[in-house]
């Protein structure tokens, strides 16, 4: 160890990341310990906190709000998560065969709506799946079908909501696409005399070549899902009226987590709220990585099997 | 140096508000004090000539207006800090909250300190800047309720504007169901749009139900007769084509724009804030509109008033200076000239002005007598003496220690009902028992 650190690339290396290392000391670790600790309390920001054990989770327990949020959200990952990498796989393959000076263009214009703010794509979608006027409707409306109410009705606002995400697919685009780019063409060209067809050579080369990036959107995606916050808070929760009026038909987790702390001023209540996700979110990440170790095939390891 | 002297002569009356740490420079004698705002921007000629009004008064005094709409994350965090800026300006439903909680501080030394005419404020204003007899805020705008009818819209359905009487309730229903127009499943015009569940108070109030009692710990959402008030409602917005529809259909609305839902007939009559019909004065003049009061059931004008207020936050370094900033922005001469600039502003403009809604019954004495001259656009000078009318039958919803959790019940359960997914009584009482215990544990 001793030795080790006394290699001056180590050091470097340890001088490199220090200021993350401060970052997450200062910014990140501090808060989740003090927000830990007040999630034993009851505490409105103004006055000092007052400990109250289990209480917060236990009244989370019973809140039907909580329960609500955590069922959108749910419904919200399930359908987001593999509808988005899906996508971004289909965008990602076309990519892969655009070569030549086009290749950038297109690489360029598939990141494009990555780029919107999502306080804007919120504001946008609102308009385009409007049921009496917005874009989405008319477009069905070509085919003779009459489009639901997405933002006004309670049992359409999550598709609604789903359908916007899957504006942002740039960046899960751009890893699969560099993972695709890795995949040795040798083994498809050898795949190809053998026979095999493309569907086969997708199923049996490129798909476990590109796992080790598959697995890791599957995870990136599935946290992000569960921590989505800012575009459904500007559909919906913007301003007042657009609260009075939405009930909870979209009242993700992070949002309610959000209100309890700032509009009614539980900030203890929050807190556990926000453990409580953190605590899922680790389970669900575990639970993947142990699947994942199943599935996925790392180039660098040793097959022992 | 006068400016100084009051500032001085004010802290020594005002003793007593906020712990005033830091260099308190507004009182040291050098005369020098900085002022920061939140939550108020500068619009308009309304908000610049009362802050200049302020400027001359208090030259010396260092104003920064962080400009932007109330933010209570930003607020809060501010205040939890113990960096809060000096005045903040926010709507007055949500001072009860933050007054239970220390956020702000009592206003009465400010007010005896710096005699704050505080009787000059219409009555319902006056109560709802007040908590647990106590002043926490001075109250803004008077923002009245009335409603506004589409000409067209109603002589469509055979009826004479000026005669639609909200007191009737089954003719109101009929006649919501004449004004609205429907093709191919899509609304072209709303027929009648009752603005729930924003007006549930106002709707209770018609029917002769209070949503809170008067020392605002008694929540009364469950009384029978708020959810026949709801029940009516949402039975209006079923025979309209349904609320999902409905909503779908106001979301498009620019109601502040040439193209207002009232030029565009896409409303045939709506409970509006009076605000509304002063931005459609000034674009749309000939808008073919008739403004009538709010009655209930018994035939009495019923108005819910609401606007801003000034409040100051725990904390704050200059108190002083922030309370002569609350006196000056709502004082009776401020409020003159500034009606008086956007009247000079909109008559230079060629535009029709409806006059300034104050929350100073004084000041509005001299604009509508004075200032607001009759435009000869016949509709909006009725609506001037419609709004005027029913300025005295305001009423407010009161303060209570968690108004923002009593407004969130309300309006959820008001929702889950249009939304069709609970009824009118299991919702309210369901409300009724999530907003009580909420008061309860935030009582002081």
């Known amino acids: ?305 | 140096m006068a400016a100084a002297a009051m500032l001085a002569g004010s802290l020594a009356a005002c003793g007593g508000v906020g712990a005033n740490k830091g260099p308190a420079e507004g009182s040291s004698g050098s005369g020098a004090a900085s002022l920061t705002t939140m939550g108020f921007g500068l619009p308009d000629e309304i908000a610049t000539v009362r802050v200049d009004a302020f400027k001359k008064a208090y030259p010396k005094v260092n104003v920064t207006i962080n400009q932007g709409q109330f933010n209570e994350q930003a607020f809060l965090s501010a205040v939890a800090s113990g960096n809060p800026p000096d005045v903040v300006y926010l709507g007055r439903d949500r001072i009860g909250g933050y007054a239970a909680r220390g956020a702000i501080q009592p206003l009465d030394s400010c007010v005896s300190g710096q005699s704050i005419a505080t009787g000059d404020f219409y009555p319902a204003a006056q109560k709802q800047v007040r908590f647990a007899d106590k002043w926490y805020a001075m109250p803004e705008f008077y923002n009245s309720i009335v409603l506004l009818v589409n000409n067209k819209a109603a002589r469509d359905a055979g009826v004479d504007p000026a005669s639609i009487d909200t007191s009737d309730w089954d003719g109101l229903a009929q006649l919501a169901k004449k004004m609205t127009r429907i093709k191919d499943g899509k609304i072209e015009r709303f027929g009648f749009y009752p603005k729930l569940p924003e007006f549930l108070p106002l709707w209770a109030k018609a029917n002769g139900a209070d949503l809170l009692s008067e020392d605002g710990r008694t929540v009364n959402l469950d009384d029978p007769k708020v959810g026949e008030a709801l029940e009516y409602a949402t039975g209006l917005l079923e025979s309209q084509g349904g609320w999902k529809k409905l909503k779908a259909f106001t979301d498009t609305f620019d109601y502040f724009g040439e193209g207002n839902p009232f030029a565009k007939d896409q409303i045939g009559a709506m409970l509006t804030e009076q605000f509304v019909i002063s931005a459609m004065a000034g674009v749309t003049p000939d808008a073919d509109i008739t403004v009538v009061p709010f009655k209930d059931r018994q035939g009495k004008p019923v108005n819910m008033v609401g606007g801003n207020a000034w409040v100051i936050p725990k904390g704050a370094r200059n108190p002083d200076a922030a309370c002569s900033w609350i006196k000056t922005m709502t004082a009776a001469d401020t409020w003159v000239a500034a009606a008086r600039a956007r009247a000079d502003k909109r008559a230079k403009e060629g535009k029709v002005n409806i006059g300034t809604y104050t929350g100073n019954a004084k000041a509005d004495e001299v604009i509508f007598s004075e200032v607001v001259k009759p435009s000869g656009k016949k509709a909006y000078d009725d609506a001037v003496k419609t709004i005027r009318a029913v300025q005295e039958a305001g009423f407010v919803v009161p303060q209570s220690a968690a108004a923002a959790e009593f407004n969130t019940a309300w309006q959820d359960a008001g929702t889950n009902v249009l939304q069709g997914r609970q009824k009118a009584a299991q919702a309210l009482a369901e409300a009724d028992a999530k907003a009580q215990k909420a008061i309860d544990e935030a009582q002081p």
């Open chain 1, 1 to 305: 160890m001793k030795a080790a650190l006394s290699r001056p690339e180590t050091r470097w290396a340890y001088v490199f990341v220090l200021p993350w290392v401060v970052g997450l000391l200062l910014f990140q670790l501090g808060p989740m310990i003090a927000s830990l600790v007040l999630s034993f309390t009851d505490y409105d920001l103004i006055s000092p906190p007052r400990f109250t054990g289990l209480d917060n989770y236990a009244t989370m327990a019973q809140d039907p709000k909580v329960i609500r949020a955590i069922g959108n959200t749910l419904f919200y990952t399930v359908l987001h998560v593999p509808l988005s990498i899906g996508l971004a796989l289909g965008l990602a393959l076309i990519l892969n065969r655009i070569t030549g000076r086009a290749a950038g263009v297109f690489r360029t214009i598939f990141y494009l709506p990555s780029m919107t703010p999502h306080v804007a794509v919120g504001v946008l979608f609102l308009f385009l799946l409007n049921g009496q006027v917005g874009m989405v409707n008319q477009f069905l409306a070509l085919f003779g079908v009459q489009g639901p109410q997405w933002t006004s009705d309670p049992d359409w606002m999550l598709a609604g909501i789903v359908l916007m995400s899957l504006w942002n697919l740039g960046s899960t685009t751009i890893i699969l696409f560099a993972a695709l780019r890795n995949v040795p063409r040798e083994l498809s060209e050898a795949a190809m005399i053998d026979g095999a067809s493309t569907w086969q050579r997708f199923r049996s080369i490129t798909l476990p070549m590109i796992g080790g990036a598959l697995f890791f959107v599957v995870i990136v995606n599935t946290i992000a899902s569960l921590q989505m916050f800012d575009q459904v808070y500007t559909m919906y929760f913007g301003n007042t009226q657009a609260q009075n009026s939405s009930g909870d038909a979209a009242l993700f987790y992070v949002i309610y987590l959000f209100q309890q702390a700032f509009q009614y001023l539980h900030m203890g209540y929050a807190s556990a709220l926000a453990w409580v996700l953190f605590l899922v979110i680790a389970i669900i990440t575990v639970i993947q990585v142990k699947v994942g170790n199943r599935l996925v095939y790392y180039e660098a390891e040793e097959r022992s099997r």
